[in-house]
């Protein structure tokens, strides 16, 4: 069965706008060429019913072409995702702008604004509550096939689902004695990772490759069989976790990107650094992180109570001693140590600024000041 295309777009800027697509995507992926090709068809095919006059690009104005079309997104039904409505500007501006070098017509450059760019929602964290995470678990190793143990897989990775699909025959590395990593291929962000894993992740490998050796389809170097292709067995898992959720009386809303947010959730809750989760989930930023990780009130009292009891990074007090006062050179050396350590704690305790180098350089000069009265009290 062939897969239907749609029909070449007929319209006079289609060629022109076909040239800027082309040269913007020759180094990204078949899905961000398939993003501006859907926003420049979008555009031309209103274009052509609303301003049929409109054959040339010197004739392009903001007011009323774009901005009656900005208004036709946002009218549409049922509506557009914010998400997919800055996409679409995002990717028509850029369009705009690569016409606008190419054909010597500056003004095209203006036509779209950053400012009609709308902000992007913010994404909240997403874990799996604690009884829909042990539910979930305990169902997957009840069932024990395939589906099922590449859910656990990824729960206790915090690998995105893309990934696992790329994942290698031989992904488990050795990494010291009874010490083992699992490699993540390159994945959205164009990074890779060692995730390091315990014994129950270890045995789930050998499930799934004992899965691998059973599929009737040629061994490849890959985990996971694609029936056809990775959108296939991607489609495949995500239907298997609807049908699981819908088992056991869970939401069937639940998606596997969750199981990564619960993963970096509960590493965080297990004492691990912020830095260190950013690694293992292959994060290039501490901001994507957050978006990951659900800080409770809870989180917050323990880590008030741990600091209270507990406190680190703190300046060292000054330290009370039984010893008579000294005179003389050796005195004005104690009163002047003391007057230094009393200025390092003080300095500490202020913000990056004109203060604190200011402090910095004093304390530089009574260093040289001690160093000077030593000299005297030697000779």
């Not at 076909?18 to 060429?33: G, H, K, M, Q, Y």
């Not at 301003?51 to 690009?57: E, G, H, P, S, T």
């Not at 190419?102 to 036509?111: G, I, V």
């Not at 129950?200 to 059973?214: K, P």
Request: charged share 20%; glycine share 4%; hydrophobic share 40%.
């Amino acid at each position: 069965m062939k897969r239907w295309r749609r029909p070449p777009l007929q319209h006079p800027l289609a060629p022109a706008f076909e040239r800027a697509v082309e040269s913007l995507s020759t180094a990204l992926s078949p899905s961000s060429t398939r993003q501006y090709n859907t926003t420049v068809r979008n555009f031309l095919v209103y274009l052509a019913a609303e301003f049929a006059d409109v054959i040339r690009l010197e004739q392009l104005c903001r007011d009323p072409h774009i901005l009656r079309w900005m208004a036709c997104l946002r009218a549409q039904t049922p509506p557009l995702a914010t998400t997919t409505c800055i996409a679409r500007l995002i990717a028509l501006r850029a369009v705009f702008n690569e016409l606008a070098w190419t054909s010597k017509l500056p003004e095209l450059a203006h036509l779209l604004r950053r400012e009609d760019i709308p902000r992007s929602p913010q994404s909240l964290p997403r874990p799996l509550t604690a009884e829909q995470d042990q539910l979930l678990q305990q169902e997957c190793l009840r069932r024990n096939d395939l589906g099922g143990n590449v859910f656990l897989l990824l729960r206790h990775i915090g690998m995105r689902i893309s990934e696992c699909a790329d994942l290698s025959y031989d992904y488990l590395r050795s990494t010291g004695p009874d010490q083992w990593a699992i490699h993540v291929p390159l994945g959205k962000l164009k990074t890779e990772r060692m995730v390091p894993v315990d014994s129950f992740v270890c045995e789930l490998v050998q499930r799934l490759r004992f899965f691998r050796s059973l599929d009737p389809l040629p061994a490849d170097g890959k985990l996971l069989a694609w029936p056809g292709t990775k959108v296939a067995l991607l489609a495949r898992l995500r239907d298997y976790l609807h049908l699981v959720c819908y088992s056991v009386g869970l939401p069937t809303d639940i998606v596997p990107h969750q199981m990564r947010h619960t993963y970096g959730t509960e590493m965080l809750r297990a004492g691990m650094g912020f830095a260190v989760v950013m690694k293992l989930l292959g994060h290039t930023s501490p901001r994507m992180t957050m978006c990951y990780v659900n800080v409770t009130l809870t989180d917050l009292q323990r880590e008030f109570q741990l600091a209270r009891s507990e406190p680190r990074h703190l300046a060292p007090q000054p330290k009370t001693s039984s010893t008579p006062v000294r005179k003389g050179l050796d005195g004005l050396i104690d009163s002047l140590l003391a007057t230094q350590h009393a200025m390092e704690i003080f300095r500490r305790s202020l913000p990056n600024g004109q203060p604190r180098s200011c402090l910095g350089r004093l304390a530089n000069r009574l260093t040289k000041i001690l160093a000077e009265i030593r000299q005297l009290h030697t000779t």
